[in-house]
């Protein structure tokens, strides 16, 4: 690459364009893939409706991936989210709100384990650069953080709490 990068395998990517079906999937595998001497085993598989259960929008995301160094020490991550277009999809007019649904896990090479997951739906409007309501808690080898993404409002406001309790802003 440009940036001095080598990388090298095959990156299948498959999907059907079909512009009138309830649903479309798209898939994405590697195989035999490097990234600069670094291998990268994994799959990533996008589904979105038109109209899910309770008659709204939604694209679910789920990725699994392992990587393998030179000398053979490996991490993983796994993961899914779902976003649901709550409101405004209809005329595509005033606010337009998503819930964001996320459970992902990360073990790194020293074999730390990190967990995100909603406690309270991720709240986005679209006409907002941040996330506007919702609890994400994240974890690293048990000990627990939580941020409060606030009340609604479109403002860089969050509230960090630690692992001892203690809230930030």
Do not use: H
């Amino acid at each position: 690459m440009r940036n001095g990068n080598l990388l090298n395998g095959i990156v299948n990517l498959s999907y059907l364009k079909d512009l009138v079906a309830a649903t479309k999937t798209l898939s994405l595998t590697l195989k035999s893939f490097t990234y600069n001497g670094f291998e990268v085993k994994g799959s990533v598989t996008i589904k979105r409706s038109r109209v899910n259960k309770i008659g709204k929008p939604q694209a679910n995301v789920v990725s699994k991936f392992n990587g393998v160094w030179p000398d053979e020490s490996t991490a993983s991550i796994s993961a899914y989210r779902s976003r649901e277009w709550i409101e405004g999809y209809v005329s595509g007019l005033g606010l337009q709100f998503f819930l964001i649904m996320v459970n992902a896990t990360y073990m790194n090479k020293l074999e730390s384990v990190f967990q995100k997951v909603n406690m309270v739906p991720l709240r986005r409007v679209w006409s907002c650069r941040f996330l506007v309501s919702g609890i994400l808690s994240i974890t690293r080898n048990n000990a627990r953080t939580t941020v409060d993404f606030g009340d609604g409002s479109c403002d860089s406001n969050k509230i960090l709490t630690t692992p001892n309790g203690n809230p930030k802003r």
